[in-house]
C-alpha cells in the first residue's frame, strides 16, 4: 500500500524554484528562525532584472477587503491533513466520476491540489448555512 504523505506542498517555496529556474541569478538564501538554509529570491535583482515595474498606486479594478492580506497567508500555509473517503455517503462510489467533499473548504482545496491538479473540471463551494433564513 503507498503511503500518502498528510503535508500539503509549500506555494511559496514552489514561487521561489520556478522563478529561480527561469532567472537563476536572482538566487539567495536565508537562515529561518531555526537556523535551516532556504532558498530564496534577492528582490533588488529581481527589480532590476524586471524594472520599476508598476509600483505604488496605479489605476486598477480590485477585489480587496480588510484582512486580504492575512487571507492570502493563510491560503499559503501548510497544513497536515488528508481526506478520507466515506463510501456509504457517496453515490455510486466505483463507477462516478465526480467527488463529493465535506470539511473546511480551504483545507480540501490545499489537499485537491497536488492529488487533482490539471484533471478538475469544476469545483462547487456551497458556503456555510448563517443559521438565518
Not at 7 to 28: D, G, H, W
Not at 84 to 101: A, C, G
Amino acid at each position: 500500500m503507498e503511503k500518502i504523505n498528510p503535508m500539503t506542498a509549500n506555494i511559496t517555496q514552489e514561487n521561489i524554484e520556478k522563478l529561480i529556474e527561469l532567472f537563476p541569478y536572482i538566487a539567495t538564501e536565508t537562515v529561518d528562525a531555526d537556523g535551516n538554509v532556504h532558498s530564496d529570491i534577492d528582490l533588488d535583482a529581481l527589480r532590476e532584472l524586471i524594472g520599476t515595474g508598476a509600483e505604488g498606486q496605479r489605476e486598477r479594478y480590485q477585489f480587496t477587503w480588510p484582512g486580504k492580506r492575512a487571507a492570502k497567508e493563510e491560503a499559503r500555509r501548510i497544513i497536515d491533513k488528508t481526506m478520507r473517503p466515506e463510501r456509504e455517503r457517496s453515490d455510486n462510489w466505483y463507477d462516478s466520476q465526480n467527488l463529493y467533499i465535506e470539511g473546511d473548504n480551504l483545507d480540501a482545496l490545499k489537499i485537491l491540489r497536488s492529488t487533482y491538479a490539471g484533471r478538475i473540471r469544476l469545483i462547487y463551494i456551497d458556503p456555510p448555512c448563517t443559521g438565518s433564513a
